[in-house]
């Protein structure tokens, strides 16, 4: 947890497990937490009465009926149930932010695309004005695919509160710090941690330390899920106790507020005089976390030849068509590369998935140039990419002796629905138009004579 203070009137509970001051480790745990003495009810879920005059109220993420292993739901103890939470509504523009399906006649999303990073604004943004989608893919209506976003943040938000009905965020920052003030609990993020925001879940952003740039994955679809390791087994990848979970904390604050809430693509707002981050305690599963990549233990070849970069997965979503995801959060860090005789970057290929590349920050092997921290890049399904000539040159010919990967931190948000361009990716974006031409001196070296190399 950051030393930064709790915001004003606001409550938490204390602890936490082991070092990590404010959250409980483990991914899928079944949680519980206060932040006042017996506010949690032992024994059952809906007492006639709660202690501290509190209402139960159940936030469920998945179907009642799903299987228990996939199951999800939070029980929250609070001081107003979330009917008082929300009034009428009343339609608001956020012009930035879309939702698939967005496909727009007059942009060209076949191709291979490079960004520079999208620089910051004099302008004050918080996390709703400050939202950039790049990407839509699949239908937010039918809950499938997702959308890629960058976000530049300034401002925190005041007395302002936001909750997607529509999509699970996936949130990867490249700059600055930022604060979540959610209904379960204060999760505070900065580069090389992720964190995932659940549907349903009502929070605000503060800005801890900006300007604030990073990328946002926002799935439509199932949830984000460890992926199966396999022949792996039981370790390495991202290991569950690695995800942190917030203790209870909540506010007790009567004040004008507003709500905003994104559902089936569009945005709606309305007013109460409260806050609505007013749950004393919970328990359950369903819930935030952060999850800091450099925990990350990457698997790879140890004698020869590059795997499927499918072994780099963090969380997988799924699809419903077995081992074909939704969504992948790949990530690409710090690694020994060691295979003998092997070219050791990733190899030319082309593919069914669409893929999403940001960078955190250093150098990414296949692409040492034009790929910088901040920028982005896209290679929708089937197109073909892979290393530049110098990448090539490089790797066709570097001693096979063991090399450090280091400096870098790169991830992909793949998946399997065509990725289509906003008009801001295509017109407003630093996009480098010159990207393609990273190809064009690579040499024809086949001369038809055995041994050629």
Known sequence: MSDQSLPQGMTRASGGTGPHAGYMPGFGNDFETEALPGALPQGQNSPQKCEYGLYA???????????????????????????????????????????????????????????????????????????RTVTTAGDVNTQVGMASHIYLVTQSMQDEYFFSADSELLVVPQEGRLRFCTELGIIDLEPKEIAIIPRGLVYRVEVL???????????????FDLPGRGPIGANCLANPRDFKCPVAAFEDRDAPSRVVIKWCGQFHETFI???????????????????????????????????????????????????????????????????EHTFRPPWYHKNIMSEMMGNIYGIYDAKPQGFVPGGMSLHNMMLPH?????????????????????????????????????????????????YIDCWDSIEKKFDGKPGTK
């Open 57 to 131: 109220e159940q936030l469920s993420g998945t179907a009642f009926t799903a299987p228990r292993g996939q199951n999800e739901r939070t029980w929250c103890y609070r001081i107003r149930p979330s009917v008082k939470h929300t009034g009428r509504f009343a339609k608001i523009d956020v012009p930035y932010w879309k939702s698939a399906p967005n496909v727009d006649p007059d942009v060209i999303s076949l191709g291979q695309y490079r960004w520079d990073p999208v620089p910051h604004t004099e302008a004050d943004l918080t996390w709703l004005t400050g939202m």
């Open 209 to 223: 330390e900006g300007p604030a740039r990073g990328f946002v994955c926002e799935n439509y679809g199932q949830k």
């Open 273 to 339: 005089d409260h806050s609505p981050l007013d749950v004393v305690a919970w328990h359950g599963n369903y819930c935030a976390y952060k999850y800091d990549l450099r925990t990350y233990s990457p698997v790879g070849a140890i004698l020869f030849d590059h795997p499927d970069p499918s072994i780099f997965t963090v969380l997988t979503a799924p699809s419903g068509q077995e081992g074909t995801a939704n969504i992948d959060f790949v990530l690409f860090r710090e690694r020994w590369m060691v295979a």
């Open 386 to 434: 892979g290393p530049d000539r110098a990448a090539f040159e490089h790797a066709s010919n570097e001693p096979m002796k063991p090399v450090l990967q280091d400096n870098t931190m790169q991830f992909m948000f793949e998946t399997r629905f065509p990725q289509h361009l906003t008009a801001f990716a295509a017109t407003e974006a630093p996009l480098q138009d010159d």
